[in-house]
């Protein structure tokens, strides 16, 4: 598993075939349509995308529930479960530096079955434009979307772990 860093090793969230799993990867992987992503930048005059396009991509250049399979298992060596990420949390916390605890604000929440890609990943870089067209892509809080189990920055007390 990577260690999260903030803007860049990225914590998300995948729903699929109504399972939940976290992960712990390298940002470029979610930008869903690297299509649409490759027009923004040709359009600036930039045609360097293929340089973006992450290994464990190779081949999907439209991230969607019909391939979500394929990639998931491509990127299993990701998968974060929630006690670990809790645990790297509260050693965040107890160590010196509290900015790092951006580290493990959750970017994206990612629904294959219900096609919703959601990102709290900071501004300028939106995510959220670059879904299948078939998808709602939103910038919010989605916490609390999340199930309760899964809230690995809750920690045995009930404490919320961003709030100390």
Do not use: C
Not at 119 to 145: H, I, N, R
């Amino acid at each position: 598993m990577l260690e999260p860093i903030y803007a860049e090793n990225v914590i998300v969230g995948v729903i699929h075939k109504k399972q939940f799993q976290w992960y712990v990867t390298d940002r470029e992987l979610w930008y869903l349509d690297y299509v649409k992503f490759a027009q923004a930048f040709e359009n600036e005059g930039d045609s360097a995308v293929n340089e973006y396009i992450e290994p464990e991509r190779k081949g999907i250049e439209v991230l969607s529930n019909e391939n979500a399979e394929l990639f998931l298992k491509r990127i299993e060596s990701y998968q974060a479960d929630t006690t670990t990420l809790l645990k790297l949390f509260e050693d965040k916390i107890e160590s010196v530096d509290e900015e790092d605890v951006l580290d493990f604000s959750p970017s994206f929440l990612v629904d294959f079955d219900q096609k919703t890609f959601y990102s709290l990943f900071p501004k300028p870089a939106s995510f959220e434009e670059y879904v299948p067209s078939d998808w709602k892509g939103t910038y919010k809080d989605f916490t609390g979307l999340i199930p309760k189990i899964e809230k690995y920055w809750v920690n045995k007390d009930g404490e919320n772990l961003f709030e100390l």
